[in-house]
């Protein structure tokens, strides 16, 4: 708004754009449209759930753990055994707070091992699962997972 302020007084010469409503109506919209493009949007974890933004899962209840691009970001898509879903959680976002990330991946960890949760290959390798953790994938998933060395 500072910016807007600044402008609107040199092109008019003065401060006479003050007394025009209109101003004022585009100045408030236009706040209001950049608050609402760069509020921020946070993560909580518990001992046993992460909430990313208004969605929240049981991390040691997990039915599904799949790895997606969305857009440039690396995310998970997340479901746990209630029906909750995280459709995009950002793995840069939460891997910046090493505690939190240390109560997420305990929890993925868990629901692994207990034979529960669908996760693909490439998942388990993005999060460096070791395959001896819960259900052992079959030979053509393990290599579709990993990289080819020429």
Not at 38 to 49: I, K, L, P
Request: glycine share 8%; charged share 25%; hydrophobic share 40%.
């Amino acid at each position: 708004m500072g910016i807007s302020v600044a402008y609107l007084t040199l092109v008019d010469g003065g401060l006479r754009w003050t007394h025009m409503w209109v101003m004022w109506v585009i100045m408030a919209v236009g706040a209001w449209v950049m608050f609402g493009a760069t509020r921020n949007h946070w993560t909580a974890v518990g001992s046993t759930w992460v909430q990313w933004r208004d969605d929240w899962v049981d991390t040691y209840h997990l039915t599904c753990i799949r790895f997606s691009a969305d857009g440039p970001n690396r995310v998970l898509r997340l479901k746990d055994a209630h029906g909750n879903k995280i459709h995009s959680f950002k793995i840069s976002e939460i891997q910046r707070n090493p505690d939190l990330w240390d109560l997420v991946y305990n929890g993925i960890l868990h629901s692994v091992a207990s034979g529960n949760c669908d996760i693909d290959a490439k998942t388990r390798h993005i999060l460096k699962i070791p395959y001896e953790l819960g259900p052992r994938p079959t030979r053509s998933e393990r290599i579709r997972g990993r990289r080819r060395r020429w």
